[in-house]
């Protein structure tokens, strides 16, 4: 039984419109990087890994303002820092104003006895307070002296100033009108952090937004600028950007393909029915990666709709074929076989990618497999019921040679020498360029534009946020025994500063001592009577009246008999920001990481480090061997699955020869194609090669198609046609991409772009000159 | 008789007039000063003593923006501003750089010196409410701090000279505490 057309296409639309709604609603799309990256081998790339995917650096939010006078940005920066506080939204908001940090002041003062790196029993002596009286009387004295005034009497001893540093650290930025500035001090600056984690591209939109509404409200807004920061807010960025552009560049580039199509076929049916494969097997090969996988990377759809773009073809490929008047039916037991090869070819190529252990390849693979071969049960199945014979209105002859350059005029021998030298030439070329020919910069892997990525360089330095390169890393079973860790790390590291091997260094047992360390301090402090025995000794020799210390020996006495400093007690605060940045949990463990400032020689400190038990991770060479691993292991994956396409050919064609022919001019495009990349300057991403696997599924569609037994004349003809509309529609797409201002689509643009021109061509040259009619 | 006094007021006004001093006057004439060295004696009074600390040392100012005090007794101590940025020196050998501006209470004291010095009347408005009282000859300069976190410290500086020399800082605390400054200035 047959269905009448209009039924079938209602049924069809309808099943596609099901099938979208159920991916409205169920399909889980995440954004996070860290997901595409592999699972890492080592504790430090896991712990590295982990930062980036949780860490309180994948939540920080830098913020700068300028273009005000410096009190008028100063004002502006604490409005802002009090609506972004009271928004909710933010864990935590610094600017430097320590009128602001009244909870970590309090923090301070209420524990000064145990935080403290200088209590000691001494310091308590007679002798000891005696010394900290007579400091505390310089400081009297001082021009400072009305403004320190109020802490003499409580702090004799000074562990506030000592503190002090704790909530603003001396190498953070600098202060103008109380809050932190940018080196010249035209800007203000601030840094939050939100409590979405930095993948949570909805939230940390909410977060960007509350930061712009607060700046406009901010009194500065009439002539000042804000610029934001960060891997939250560069998410955002990306995704909206990227978004836009695909948007224009896909309307464009939908609008062209639209235009070469009706040109080919010169039917408004034909056109339509066209879009129908490759949106079902774009469906389909999403649903897969849902079921599949749970959730959706952005970037698997991304690489997934670009290899899919390959399933645009097939119909192409079956309707040029169309003979006038010929049912498709017919056409297809003609050409059937050709078209399931260059099925077949793409879903072996991917097949190698879905089996990896890597989940961000593992649902490529997948997506490509169903894709494609929706895409193509589609035009098999289903094309030939829609469209009828009088659909198509092919005008071949009188056709233009197309796509028989120069060289397909060159006598065999000599074309195949010709080839020879330039692929050999593109390959020395190649492999001259070996050790420049990768990009392994994680940093260069995320999308964003090189202006955001220098703004986010220069506000971490400002700021003196963490990305630092070098982190010492301390490990320990529990959170005690990490804190321990971190401050035995604490005393080596002041070492190698008094040596001048290191500038300087963070640690998290400055934030939260060991429970060890604060029972230490603790019981230095002497008793009651003892205590002001001492006092009173030292006061002999000292014009302060004996009353003035009072708050002094009353707060000794509680942090004496008061409890220890907890974790949880500094949850909300600055100081807790900075002390779970620093204090991370590893696997089933603890890890204390101590950033380091201006190490001179990063190989002898890591020596040196191993041997004294902690670990130095260079967190740039860290990730670059985690990139770099990661593209081994797909190139070596792409290149098994060029083999099973290569295995797959010599099967069906069953002779070398002819596998040789469809094979060389693929893999030559390949070749010429990276070459010509390399000669314009770029170096080769992961998204290059995604580019390439797409320009060998294509390519390998040309060539099969030249390659295909045929009759001279008009079957000839309509086999260039077909490849020149399926050429010219994939350069119009890709070629929209080149426009790209985001890097990672104008990498794909320009490698498609051109691969596809060469593969082409290349075809076109070998693999179709050859073959004798054989109907 | 009650006439011949109005007379007499009327005829003085003038003259009295042209001796009062404004702020812009005052501000001028100490701007004249390019560099000037001198010799300090400061007295602390404050409830946390028993008697007054008393020191002694040296005070030098350059144009524009460096001004250093040198504490040379009973102890050793030497703060140096230069613009922005303050060196802190003392016998326990620490040497301490911070940024002036960082600190807006400490800022507005020093402003409330080096200003006065300079003659920058704009840089004392930042921070003060400036009154000028006196002539020429003997002036008395009342700065009274606008700033919530300075006020809370701070009740007034009264600075006091002849010509375009200083000869007297008074530190009034809204403690009640009081620092007063001799100073015997050379101008260059």
């Given at each position: 039984m047959r269905l009448p057309r209009f039924a079938l296409l209602g049924l069809w639309l309808l099943a596609l419109a099901a099938g979208a709604a159920w991916l409205h609603g169920h399909l889980r799309v995440q954004t996070e990087m860290t997901v595409f990256l592999p699972p890492s081998a080592t504790p430090a790339q896991r712990l590295l890994v982990g930062q980036l995917r949780e860490g309180v650096v994948s939540r920080l939010m830098l913020i700068e303002m300028a273009g005000a006078t410096a009190p008028e940005l100063a004002r502006a920066s604490r409005a802002l820092a009090q609506r972004l506080r009271e928004s909710g939204l933010f864990s935590s908001v610094a600017n430097g104003d320590l009128a602001a940090m009244a909870a970590e002041r309090d923090l301070i003062l209420a524990h000064r006895y145990l935080l403290s790196p200088a209590v000691q029993a001494e310091r308590f002596s007679a002798a000891g307070l005696a010394a900290a009286l007579q400091e505390s009387l310089e400081l009297l004295a001082s021009p400072a002296g009305a403004l320190l005034r109020p802490s003499i009497p409580l702090d004799p001893t000074g562990e506030l100033r000592e503190l002090s540093r704790l909530m603003l650290p001396s190498d953070g930025p600098q202060l103008r009108h109380g809050v932190w500035f940018g080196r010249d001090g035209s800007s203000a600056l601030l840094v939050a952090e939100t409590r979405a984690p930095g993948f949570d591209v909805e939230a940390q939109a909410r977060a960007a937004a509350a930061v712009r509404e607060a700046f406009a409200a901010s009194g500065v807004a009439c002539c000042g600028a804000i610029a934001l920061a960060g891997p939250g807010v560069f998410a955002v960025q990306m995704r909206d950007a990227i978004e836009a552009e695909s948007w224009r560049l896909s309307l464009a580039a939908a609008v062209l393909v639209l235009l070469i199509l009706a040109a080919a076929y010169r039917s408004a049916a034909a056109v339509g029915v066209c879009a129908l494969p490759v949106a079902t097997g774009l469906l389909v090969g999403v649903a897969a990666v849902a079921l599949g996988f749970g959730s959706v990377h952005g970037i698997t759809l991304a690489f997934g709709a670009t290899l899919i773009?390959?399933?645009?073809d097939y119909p192409s490929y079956l309707l040029t074929s169309a003979a006038p008047g010929e049912p498709l039916e017919r056409t297809l037991e003609r050409m059937g076989g050709t078209l399931r090869l260059a099925v077949l070819t793409t879903i072996f190529g991917a097949a190698a990618m879905a089996f990896s252990s890597f989940a961000g390849l593992a649902q490529l693979g997948v997506l490509t497999i169903a894709g494609v071969a929706a895409a193509g049960l589609a035009t098999a199945w289903l094309l030939p019921a829609l469209l009828p014979a009088s659909a198509i209105r092919l005008k071949t002859r009188g056709l233009p040679p197309l796509l028989t350059p120069l060289l397909a005029r060159i006598p065999g021998p000599a074309r195949w020498v010709a080839a020879a030298v330039l692929l050999a030439a593109a390959a020395g070329f190649i492999a001259s360029r070996q050790d420049r020919l990768w990009d392994d910069d994680l940093a260069n892997l995320s999308p964003l534009p090189e202006a955001a990525k220098a703004l986010d360089r220069r506000l971490r330095g400002e700021l003196g946020a963490p990305d630092v390169r070098y982190l010492l890393v301390a490990r320990a079973a529990d959170r005690e025994a990490a804190l321990q860790a971190s401050e035995a790390a604490a005393r080596w590291l002041q070492d190698r500063v008094q040596a001048g091997t290191l500038a300087g260094f963070d640690v998290p047992s400055s934030y939260l001592p060991s429970q060890r360390t604060q029972a230490a301090r603790r019981a230095a402090l002497p008793d009651a009577a003892t205590l002001e025995r001492n006092l009173a000794a030292a006061l002999k020799g000292s014009p302060f009246r004996a009353g003035t210390f009072a708050p002094f020996l009353r707060d000794v006495a509680r942090a004496r008999g008061g409890v220890l400093l907890e974790a949880e007690a500094l949850a909300g605060t600055a100081l807790g920001l900075k002390l779970s940045g620093l204090l991370v949990r590893e696997g089933e463990g603890w890890a204390a990481l101590a950033p380091l400032r201006g190490v001179a020689d990063g190989a002898g400190l890591s020596r040196e480090a191993r041997a004294a038990g902690f670990e130095l991770l260079d967190l740039k060479e860290e990730s670059n061997r985690l990139v770099s691993g990661y593209r081994d292991q797909s190139l070596w994956l792409f290149a098994l699955g060029f083999a099973c396409i290569a295995a797959l050919l010599a099967l069906s064609l069953r002779s070398a020869t002819r596998t040789a022919r469809v094979l060389l001019p693929v893999a030559g495009a390949a070749l010429l194609d990276v070459a010509l990349l390399l000669l314009m300057g770029r170096a080769l991403t992961l998204f290059n090669l995604v580019a390439l696997l797409l320009v060998i599924g294509v390519g390998l569609n040309y060539a099969l198609f030249f390659e295909r037994p045929q009759a001279e004349g008009d079957e000839r003809a309509r086999t260039r046609l077909a490849v020149a509309v399926c050429a010219a529609s994939t350069l119009a797409v890709f070629g929209c991409l080149m426009l790209s201002q985001t890097p990672v689509l104008r990498a794909i643009g320009e490698t498609v772009f051109f691969g596809c021109l060469l593969a082409a061509a290349l075809s076109a040259a070998f693999a179709g000159g050859y073959t004798r009619k054989s109907q | 008789m009650r006439v011949a006094l109005s007379l007499l007021l009327l005829a003085a006004a003038p003259q009295l007039a042209a001796q009062a001093l404004t702020s812009a006057e005052l501000m001028r004439e100490l701007a004249k000063v390019e560099a000037s060295h001198a010799t300090f004696v400061e007295t602390k009074r404050s409830a946390l003593l028993k008697e007054p600390l008393v020191t002694r040392g040296t005070l030098a100012y350059r144009r524009p923006a460096s001004i250093e005090k040198h504490v040379l007794q009973p102890y050793n101590e030497r703060f140096a501003i230069e613009g922005d940025v303050l060196t802190l020196e003392n016998r326990r050998g620490r040497k301490l750089k911070t940024s002036v501006s960082g600190a807006p209470g400490l800022a507005a004291l020093i402003e409330g010196i080096r200003a006065t010095r300079a003659g920058d009347l704009a840089a004392l408005e930042r921070h003060y409410e400036v009154r000028v009282e006196g002539r020429r000859e003997r002036w008395t300069l009342l700065l009274r701090p606008t700033a919530d976190e300075v006020a809370r410290h701070v009740a007034s500086i009264t600075v006091s000279g002849t010509g375009s020399r200083i000869v007297r800082v008074e530190i009034e605390e809204a403690s009640g505490d009081r620092a007063v400054m001799e100073i015997q200035e050379e101008l260059k």
């Open positions: 773009g390959e399933a645009v | -």
